[in-house]
């Protein structure tokens, strides 16, 4: 893919699916040995990759395609009214943009959302390096949207930045918050800070149909899905549904 670098990939054994129960799941890899770069973040994501810590990966079962990846072209985004409220509700928030360097009070709040909203979910009790080693890379262009109300920390927004993109990595909040949704604001304020950034889309990782925690991403609309090689409007099968 640069120069006479050929980009292999490689699939990991069969494991218990995250997001289905009594489902296995494989994962492809693209080579870690590989260099690595914004460039090469941007192709990939395209086709449906998403990065977590140094690796780049993408969900590549034998019997199930539920994993959708998907992106919102933020040019054509209209907020609902729900999202509307959402916006006017945290109106008073400071968002800064800062580098992603090891910072304790946002490793306090992650630890702290880990175990209230996803407790005995795997991710229980990291540690400074697990944290440092899930969000960042050595190689991506990312940034830490820290969101405070007043002096108290509210919510992190960890984005990757592409050429025509950014993506979101993960977002943690203070559970204390969850009535003012940070976490449905913080996609709103990616959107917001793409478009006016000029880029294209928001890729918002794997929409899968039947697990009820992704459910949300449909909230965002219009919204593609990369299917049969190519972005989509509609998610699968949808338009054999209206057809007959």
Known sequence: MTGNQQLAFYATPPHPCNYLPRREATTLFADPQFTK??????????????????????????????CIPVRIPVA????????????RRNRDLTIRRLPPELNAEHFALYRRYLAVRHPGGGMDNPTEKNYQEFLTSSWSLTWFYEMR??????????????????????????????????????????????????????????WIRDSEKMQYKNEYQPLEYFYDNQWRPEPPGLADRRAS
């Not at 914004?38 to 969900?59: D, I, K, N, T, W």
């Not at 950014?166 to 304020?189: C, M, N, Q």
Request: net charge positive; with cysteine; aromatic share 14%.
């Open 37 to 66: 770069n914004p460039q090469v973040y941007a192709m990939l994501a395209a086709c449906g990759f998403r990065r977590s810590g140094e690796h780049l990966y993408m969900p590549h079962c034998r019997t199930c395609r539920q």
């Open 76 to 87: 054509r985004f209209v907020p609902s009214a729900n999202q509307q409220r959402v916006m």
């Open 149 to 206: 109300r007043g002096e108290r920390l509210v919510c992190v927004a960890v984005v990757d930045f592409m050429a025509k993109a950014l993506s979101a990595v993960y977002t943690f909040f203070d559970p204390d918050e969850a009535r003012f949704s940070p976490g449905k604001f913080a996609i709103l304020h990616e959107i917001a800070e793409a478009r006016r950034l000029g880029f294209d889309w928001l890729y918002l990782g794997y």
